[in-house]
Nanobody, 126 residues
Framework: QVQLVESGGGLVQTGGSLRLSCAVS????????MGWFRQAPGKEREFVAA????????SSSDSVKGRFTISRDNAKNAVYLQMNSLKPEDTAVYYC???????????????????WGQGTQVTVSS
């Protein structure tokens, strides 16, 4: 069983930064593709970024490319999302997710992830 717990959300002004963390329990963390998704009120959950099990490759949505960076530390069973130049449209609940054995092209599809955290709220004020 894998459990994910996000932290680091909060209220920030436009142009500010936040760093989200996701602590993962389970001995096989290093085998999982890790992803970040977000869901704004009244909208569907959307892909933000993902990272391979080794940390060697990453993927991100066009809306956050160049502003957000995903990273992982397999020794600490943790994955991070560094968010810079935040905009009001980044306001959402951010979820950490873990999945096994799927191609990098499928990272944006939430169906490929088996485990999800409870989410952390990020609010960007204008």
């Amino acid at each position: 069983q894998v459990q994910l717990v996000e932290s680091g959300g909060g209220l920030v002004q436009t142009g500010g930064s936040l760093r989200l963390s996701c602590a993962v329990s389970g001995r096989t963390f290093s085998r999982y593709v890790m992803g970040w998704f977000r869901q704004a009120p009244g909208k569907e959950r959307e892909f933000v970024a993902a990272i391979s099990w080794s940390g060697g490759t990453t993927s991100s949505s066009d809306s956050v490319k160049g502003r957000f960076t995903i990273s992982r530390d397999n020794a600490k069973n943790a994955v991070y999302l560094q968010m810079n130049s935040l905009k009001p449209e980044d306001t959402a609940v951010y979820y950490c997710a873990a999945g096994l054995n799927f191609a990098s092209s499928r990272r944006p599809d939430a169906k490929n992830y088996d485990y999800w955290g409870q989410g952390t709220q990020v609010t960007v004020s204008s």
